[in-house]
């Protein structure tokens, strides 16, 4: 398991190899330690459990199979995925719909 001052170092590798590379880092959310789904061997260790964190970044495709290069050299680093988040859509302001005054001031006849 990892102390606090390596969690916290690892981290900051991560975030600033993510702005190296052109991301902008809008969130970083710790999940917990857990234990993991099943054992994994990385780095010469057998790991039974491990400390999950979520980065929610933006940045251009071609950054991820740095990332994931970069982070599988990473000792501290078990397990690295990427999920390409949905982009939501933004609605355009339509603006100010003129009322037209006729109409009203028939309708109250």
């Given at each position: 398991s990892l102390l606090?001052?390596?969690?916290?170092a690892v981290l900051k590798r991560t975030v600033e190899a993510l702005m190296e590379r052109g991301a902008v880092v809008r969130n970083l959310?710790?999940?917990?330690?857990?234990?993991?789904p099943y054992k994994i061997s990385k780095h010469k260790e057998r790991h039974k459990r491990g400390g999950y964190f979520l980065v929610d970044f933006e940045g251009p495709p071609s950054i991820v199979s740095t990332m994931m290069d970069h982070l599988g050299r990473d000792i501290d680093v078990?397990?690295?995925?990427?999920l390409k988040h949905p982009v939501s859509k933004k609605e355009e302001c339509s603006?100010?719909?003129?009322?037209n005054y006729e109409d009203k001031l028939i309708a109250k006849k």
């Open positions: 606090k001052p390596e969690t916290a959310e710790n999940l917990g330690e857990r234990s993991l078990i397990r690295r995925a990427f603006g100010i719909i003129p009322v």
